[in-house]
């Protein structure tokens, strides 16, 4: 039982477009999301974050906005870069240490 | 600084074999994670270390999974009889201290495991 769900496998986007990467997920009791970014070969790396009492995070050219309503949270990358051509996790904490994380999105971002 | 070491990078062993993989946390963090990583899919959480202790260990699909973390810095990962279905990537984690809701965890770049 998936708790934390990405439903689209990838992304193809111009440069200098919007990417906007869709999460889903069922479990009520998360209060904090993040976002991962993994290159091949290479661990995930923390990329942002927002606590279920926000609706929105900013951080340069990303930004997370949360809906609780739905249980969906999305990621903006604007403007698009190629070297933001990557593996976008979203993840999800309980209160506790265990986060659980999406199947990922493969964003391409073309030149 | 030095970033979080895994070794090997790579294992190729036979099934019912036994394997270790090894992880060098980032000096300082007392916060350790081991997480599996299956094709196609995220990281799946297996177990948490503070300190020297494991917190949480109900990630860890059956008893043939074992890790240690003896002195509370690097942590060991092991599998005994291993199986085809154990092939994936073997991903640790670390984090400055417990928590995790604010605390970033910092990856390795992890170990491939392939179980012929």
């Known amino acids: 039982d998936q708790q934390v769900k990405q439903n689209s496998p990838s992304l193809s986007v111009q440069e200098g477009r919007i990417s906007i990467l869709n999460c889903d997920y069922t479990n009520s009791m998360f209060d904090y999301f993040l976002w991962y970014k993994k290159y091949p070969a290479e661990g995930p790396t923390f990329l942002i974050s927002i606590s279920s009492i926000k609706d929105k995070n900013e951080d340069g050219r990303f930004t997370v906005f949360l809906n609780k309503s739905a249980k969906h949270l999305s990621l903006h990358i604007v403007p698009s870069q190629p070297g933001d051509s990557a593996v976008y996790f979203c993840?999800?904490?309980?209160?506790?240490?265990?986060?659980?994380f999406g199947a990922g999105t493969r964003l391409f971002v073309k030149a | 600084g030095a970033g979080v070491s895994q070794t090997p990078s790579n294992k190729v062993t036979e099934k019912g074999k036994y394997v270790e993989l090894r992880c060098d946390p980032i000096?300082?963090?007392?916060?350790l994670y081991w997480y599996r990583q299956s094709l196609g899919q995220g990281p799946e959480f297996l177990i948490y270390f503070q300190g020297t202790g494991a917190a949480d260990d109900s990630g860890l699909p059956n008893d043939r999974f074992f890790a240690v973390r003896p002195e509370g810095s690097v942590s060991t990962l092991k599998i005994q009889r291993t199986e085809r279905g154990d092939s994936a990537v073997y991903l640790c984690?670390?984090?400055?201290?417990?928590?995790?809701?604010?605390?970033?965890?910092?990856f390795g770049p992890g170990t491939r495991l392939t179980v012929l």
């Open positions: 000096s300082g963090h007392t916060a």
């Open positions: 993840a999800a904490l309980t209160g506790g240490f265990k986060t659980i």
């Open positions: 984690a670390s984090s400055l201290v417990a928590g995790g809701r604010t605390d970033t965890q910092y």
